[in-house]
């Protein structure tokens, strides 16, 4: 019977888990190639957010946490400096809450070259 | 697959489920069968206060692994600003529920005579709790909420008189209580169990609203089998009152090891229902 229910257990954590996501437009696009590192990244969201983290990983190898700096505020529109790290691709992963309650993550990619 | 606060999240829900539920059951049994199960007083005290004592870690467990989820790592379980973030939101409510509702649990459970009626506003308190956020109350419908609350109170009336009746089953001199318990438990439930799937089934309808969205998406499934799942101990609540409890009134002593056994494997189904449903509530997602 134990088995029955580990079994059971364990399959029932096989299912598609998908953060809330209500990310709107980024500033690079998700997937832009751009010809310089831009000076900051933004992000507008469809509803209010308060950030929490936000991650930049540079060729898949340098992780780096921006700094939100005034930016700890329920809002829509975000934008935060960025560190030039030279060309390649930067993923960007940010997490935050909304205003319910629910914790919500996404990220977006972008390469220099 | 979801990650390991995915994990976290469904686990500690999983505790909050069986200690509320169990809690607020075993009380509400307690109330409505005092003469039935006097001869387990004492232990059914205990019990009531392990199982407030479950849900109250399972919620504080929660609570800070939501704050994890806002950094992405442990750190944020302890993170005063995380935590105080999420204090501000309906999430910090429902905490103060669900620590009021079990903390009041723990205590009336130990007071004389009014007490019991404390520990069951307790509970009812901390069950209020689900209707506060979620995907249910979101659909902001006061209706939908207290429709959630009953049927929350009949999955605790069912999960309330599994360890009482599998008890005093298994001790020959309580056999006349056994069966009359079962007995009277079968007349009320006969009303209270098709009333609680009925509520379930027609919130199922107002999330999913599709036949499509229920046969192709993650929650869809998930709920597909929590309902498989609740048939099958359907069936086997359907045998106890209708073959074992009769036989057990008749004084077969065989049936009460039966019922024993029906009752053994009805709680373990009924935990993995309470998994699906706590996975359905923490990582998945409705259908667009």
Redesign the interface.
Known sequence: ?KK??TF??IS???????A?SSVDTTTPENGAAVAEVPSEISFNFADDI?L??V?MIHQEAHTVTLDLGDQTSFGRAFALPLQSMGEGTYRI?W???G???H?M?GGFTFTVD | ???IW??GA?LSKLMLYVGISGATGLLIIRAAFTDLVLPLGDMMRGQIAQLAGLALAGSVLGFTL?GA????GAD?MTDPE?LG??WQ????DVLVYRVVGTVLIVVGVFMPLVGQWIALAGGVIALWSFAQ?GHVP?MEITGVRVLLLLHLLGVAFWIGILGPLHTLSQRPEYLNNAAMLGHRFGQAASVIVPALILAGLLMAWMLVGDMWALMTT?YG??LL?KLALVGAVLMLATANKLRFVPAMQSGENKAAHHLVRSI??EA?II??VL??TA?LTS???LPA
């Open positions: 019977m029955l229910t059971a257990l029932m954590l096989g299912t598609n888990a998908i809330h308060r929490t983290k991650n992963e997490r935050g809450l205003a319910d309650g914790a993550q | 697959m979801p990650d995915g994990i469904i939501r989820a806002l950094t992405g944020g995380m973030l999420l939101t309906p999430v910090g956020i979101e993650g499934q998930t089998i053994e494997i373990v935990l993995v998994a699906a996975t990582v998945l997602t």
